[in-house]
T-cell receptor, first 114, second 114 residues
């Protein structure tokens, strides 16, 4: 079965600084990969996804992520964070050819310092 | 377009009571998902519907949880009887097709079992 690990429970970043959130997955083949953001009281919003092709994917709100097969990673990055980026971030994996419910990591809570 | 609607937003019940949650997906979306998100964890898929048929319910605790989508539109998730460990946010999501199309999430129902 597939699994997702987000090693960092909390990350604190100063406003304007760069950000990288880590995600590692376990799956026997090339998975579908997603990053979602969840703000307090809000539903999950898709930031970006990787299905195939270019391993560097661009998303909404200035986020990007890079798929690295050799490291089984799909880290999320943003060059300059804004206070409004404070939220919970979830990495998720989907299985090719199966029922397509997603398997989520436990999330990383992003805190933005002024 | 209107997003995924869920009600109620909050519910407090005592253990051994029953509870039901309602979800109305985005118009035209054939696929509907129910996820359970326990505090501090990522969402976990409970059940996936394609129209009014069940695609995957392998993680649904069928001794106490049930779900239906009788007309292939809105859906109800029921817990009977509830246990303390059922305290969680129940998220509904929909997508316009299977094959890992983007899932759009509702705001969730926060259940507290006392």
């Amino acid at each position: 079965a597939q699994s997702v690990t987000q090693p960092d429970i909390h990350i604190t970043v100063s406003e304007g600084a760069s950000l990288e959130l880590r995600c590692n997955y376990s799956y026997g083949a090339t998975p579908y990969l997603f990053w979602y953001v969840q703000s307090p009281g809000q539903g999950l919003q898709l930031l970006l996804k990787y299905f195939s092709g270019d391993t560097l994917v661009q998303g909404i709100k200035g986020f990007e992520a890079e798929f690295k097969r050799s490291q089984s990673s799909f880290n999320l990055r943003k060059p300059s964070v804004h206070w409004s980026d404070a939220a919970e971030y979830f990495c998720a994996v989907g299985v090719r050819g199966g029922a397509d419910g997603l398997t989520f990591g436990k999330g990383t809570h992003l805190i933005i310092q002024p | 377009e209107a997003g995924v609607a869920q009600s109620p937003r909050y519910k407090i019940i005592e253990k051994r009571q029953s509870v039901a949650f309602w979800c109305n997906p985005i118009s035209g979306h054939a696929t509907l998902y129910w996820y359970q998100q326990i505090l501090g964890q990522g969402p976990k898929l409970l059940i996936q519907f394609q129209n009014n048929g069940v695609v995957d319910d392998s993680q649904l605790p069928k001794d106490r949880f049930s779900a239906e989508r009788l007309k292939g539109v809105d859906s109800t998730l029921k817990i009977q009887p509830a246990k303390l460990e059922d305290s969680a946010v129940y998220l509904c999501a929909s997508s316009h097709r299977t094959g890992l199309a983007e899932q759009y999430f509702g705001p969730g129902t926060r259940l507290t079992v006392t």
